[in-house]
Every structure is written in structure tokens, then in C-alpha cells.
Nanobody, 127 residues
Framework: QLQLVESGGGLVQPGGSLRLSCAAS????????VGWFRQAPGKEREGVSC????????NYAGSVTGRFTISRDNAKNTVYLQMNGLKPEDTAVYYC????????????????????WGQGIQVTVSS
């Protein structure tokens, strides 16, 4: 069964850090584009960051640029989202998604075209 599983979420104080992981099972993430998305209560899901299949292209939402870093470890079949300087407005359910063509990230943070989605993980930033 092909699936993505997010981990690493939780409760953190403002200014703190978390590292989210997106692990694939049943398939190899290498060459897949992977995106991170989030949905806050009462808001639409938005793109946070993505990385192309080659790893050579990354994109970030303006609200997280300079604070979040996406990376991939093909040996571990995992993509990471390092989140530093967290703010209360970063509170949301975070989802990772994978695109088998590898190209989804080249044109920004669009969501259509990702074939596989994780179940989501809660990130809460609060004092």
C-alpha cells in the first residue's frame, strides 16, 4: 500500500523549532516532487514549501521564507521540513504530498497534481 506518513508535529512555544518528517512506504520517494501544505482552522489549505524530484528546486511561501527549510534524504525515503522561529500563525495541520512526475515544484506551490497525500499532523505554536 502506497502511503505517506507525517511525524514530528506537536506543541511548541513561539520562537521554537520543530522538524516535520514525511516518510513514504510502499514506494520510493526519490525523483518525486514533494510539497508541504497546511490548513489552519477556518482557512483554506495553503502551500508552505516544496522540493522538486531532483532536489534542485525549492519554493517557500512568503510567510515562512527564512524560517523554514525543506530537504530530502533519499536513503531514508523521507522529506523534512525544518521549522524555526515558529509563530502562533504557523499553527495548523500540516500535510505532505508527493508527485511522481517530479515536476510539481517548478511552478510554485500549487496543490493540483500531487497524487499521494499524508493524513496530516498537528502543529500548535502557543505559550
Amino acid at each position: 500500500q502506497l502511503q505517506l506518513v507525517e511525524s514530528g508535529g506537536g506543541l511548541v512555544q513561539p520562537g521554537g523549532s520543530l522538524r516535520l518528517s514525511c516518510a513514504a512506504s510502499g514506494f520510493t520517494l526519490e525523483n518525486y516532487a514533494v510539497g508541504w501544505f497546511r490548513q489552519a482552522p477556518g482557512k483554506e489549505r495553503e502551500g508552505v514549501s516544496c522540493i522538486s524530484g531532483s532536489g534542485g528546486t525549492t519554493n517557500y511561501a512568503g510567510s515562512v521564507t527564512g524560517r523554514f527549510t525543506i530537504s530530502r534524504d533519499n536513503a531514508k525515503n523521507t522529506v523534512y521540513l525544518q521549522m524555526n522561529g515558529l509563530k502562533p500563525e504557523d499553527t495548523a495541520v500540516y500535510y505532505c504530498a508527493a508527485d511522481p512526475t517530479g515536476y510539481m515544484c517548478y511552478n510554485g506551490l500549487g496543490q493540483l497534481g500531487y497524487d499521494y497525500w499524508g493524513q496530516g499532523i498537528q502543529v500548535t505554536v502557543s505559550s
